[in-house]
Every structure is written in C-alpha cells, then in structure tokens.
T-cell receptor, first 114, second 111 residues
Framework: AQTVTQSQPEMSVQEAETVTLSCTYD???????LFWYKQPPSRQMILVIR??????QNATENRFSVNFQKAAKSFSLKISDSQLGDTAMYFC???????????FGAGTRLTVKP | NAGVTQTPKFRILKIGQSMTLQCTQD?????MYWYRQDPGMGLKLIYY???????DKGEVPNGYNVSRSTTEDFPLRLELAAPSQTSVYFC??????????FGSGTQLSVL
C-alpha cells in the first residue's frame, strides 16, 4: 500500500524568507504523480505544484519548487520569498498512473510571520 | 466558471439520520471523487467514479453509498449517520485522473 508521510506538523517562517516542507512516500510502483496542495483557512484545496515521476527535472511554479529524489522517495516543497498569503495547511499527495486513489499526508501547518 | 459545486456547506445530523451530499461539475470531467478530511488529518478517499454508471470503493467506503447517473453529478449518501462520520467532505473531479479540482467542502457534524 502507498503511504505518504509529512514529518513536520507545524512550521513557521519570516516573511520574505525561504522555507522547505518535507514529504516522503512509500511505493513499489515506478510510474506515479506527486503533488503539493495548499489549504488556506477558507478550506479550499488548491494545487500548488505537480511532479511526474519519470521526469528527472524538478517542477517549479513561480516561488514554489520541489526537490524530487526518486531513489530516496522524497518530495520536498521549497517556498521562496514567503508571503503572508502562503499561511495555510500544505498536503503532499501521491497517485499512481492507473490507480484513482490519491493518498494524502497528514499535512504541515505553515505560518508566515510579518 | 462554477467548477465543482458542493451543497450544503454545513449540516448537523442526529445519530441515525440520513442525508445526501450533492456534487456537480461543469467541466465535463469523467473522473469524480468523494474524500473526507478528519480534524488535523489529510484527505481519505471514500468513493470514486471514472464515468457515468461506474463507481468504485476507495479507502474508507463503509457507511456511504454513491451513484453516477450523469457525467455532471456524483451524490454521496450517508445512511444511519454516526458520530464517526463527523468530518469535512470534499468532492473533486478531473479529466484524466491526475489533476484534481476540488469543491469547497461540506462540514458535517453528527450529534
């Protein structure tokens, strides 16, 4: 069974600084997707970034980038130039190509301090 | 663009009552999902559907039922509500099963 582990229940960062959120996963599959979702207090689930396992290049979306280490089964999220609006729960998620069961980690609560 | 619409946004049920959570999407997505999110936890898949007339169980299906008679709608039925079903419920849809679009959630309390 696939599992996703986020070992940091809470983190904080000063505005304009950089923070990295950790995620590890366990799978025997070779083809899969990895995701980071943001959930602000509004409760809406917002896709931040997506990585396909066959791509060696790390995905980037503006201030958000990932460090994907396939052999280590690690998928960390780096947020650069943190903004107050980045305050939210962040969930790491995993899904194989042919399985519709997206597995989520327990989340990391990030607070950006002014 | 409406996207994925869930109703109601909040609901309180008494133990043993039943209700249906509604979900509709206007993106012509084949894939639709129901997740629950318990306090302080990630989302867990209850049921999913890959097209009209096709549904399948996820990780936590007990106590729930679904149907998919149209591409747009994917209602979730709770029979005999129990306190353990107190949670936030999210409906989601996707085109090919990878990028999910989520509704805004339904906060359900069973007392």
């Amino acid at each position: 069974a696939q599992t996703v582990t986020q070992s940091q229940p809470e983190m904080s960062v000063q505005e304009a600084e950089t923070v990295t959120l950790s995620c590890t996963y366990d799978t025997s599959e070779n083809n899969y997707y990895l995701f980071w979702y943001k959930q602000p207090p509004s409760r809406q689930m917002i896709l931040v970034i997506r990585q396909e396992a066959y791509k060696q290049q790390n995905a980037t979306e503006n201030r958000f980038s990932v460090n994907f280490q396939k052999a280590a089964k690690s998928f960390s999220l780096k947020i650069s130039d943190s903004q107050l609006g980045d305050t939210a729960m962040y969930f790491c998620a995993f899904m194989t190509y042919n399985n519709n069961d997206m597995r989520f980690g327990a989340g990391t609560r990030l607070t950006v301090k002014p | 663009n409406a996207g994925v619409t869930q109703t109601p946004k909040f609901r309180i049920l008494k133990i043993g009552q039943s209700m249906t959570l509604q979900c509709t999407q206007d993106m012509n997505h084949n894939y639709m999902y129901w997740y629950r999110q318990d306090p302080g936890m990630g989302l867990k898949l209850i049921y999913y559907s890959v097209g009209a007339g096709i549904t399948d169980k996820g990780e936590v299906p007990n106590g729930y039922n679904v149907s998919r008679s149209t591409t747009e709608d994917f209602p979730l039925r709770l029979e005999l509500a129990a306190p353990s079903q107190t949670s936030v419920y999210f409906c989601a849809s996707s085109y090919r099963g990878e990028k999910l679009f989520f509704g805004s959630g339904t906060q359900l309390s069973v007392l």
